[in-house]
């Protein structure tokens, strides 16, 4: 099990940037897959991007391809989510996730999750 925090969340201006951390526990945290998910008042929680255990391979939502990039940092046990030109659609509760199953889009499979932080994009 890993404990997650994220950070980072905030009020921006539509084409605006912001970077998500997220903030790992556990002395086994680079044996996860990590994602970050997302979802908006009555939506139910979307797919943003994942990143495997070294970092070597990421995967994105169609919807933030060429926007958003996933990174980690084992040595820190951090993840980040770097999210540029952003869009009044981006608005919601980010969370952070960890999972033993390689690369998944899907929220079922991630075990532990963050508290979620609020991103809200204005016009």
């Known amino acids: 099990q890993v404990q997650l925090v994220e950070s980072g969340g905030g009020l921006v201006q539509a084409g605006g940037s912001l970077r998500l951390s997220c903030a790992a526990s556990?002395?086994?945290?680079?044996?996860?897959?990590m994602g970050w998910f997302r979802q908006a008042p009555g939506k139910e929680r979307e797919f943003v991007s994942t990143?495997?255990?070294?970092?070597?391979?990421?995967v994105y939502a169609d919807s933030v391809k060429g926007r958003f990039t996933i990174s980690r940092d084992n040595a820190k046990n951090m993840v980040y989510l770097q999210m540029n030109s952003l869009k009044l659609e981006d608005t919601a509760v980010y969370y952070c996730?960890?999972?033993?199953?390689?690369?998944?889009?899907?929220?079922?499979?991630?075990?532990?999750w963050g508290q979620g932080t609020q991103v809200t994009v204005s016009s």
């Open positions: 996730g960890a999972s033993r199953i390689y690369i998944s889009r899907r929220w079922l499979d991630y075990d532990d």
């Open positions: 556990g002395r086994t945290f680079s044996s996860y897959n």
């Open positions: 990143i495997n255990q070294n970092g070597g391979r990421t």
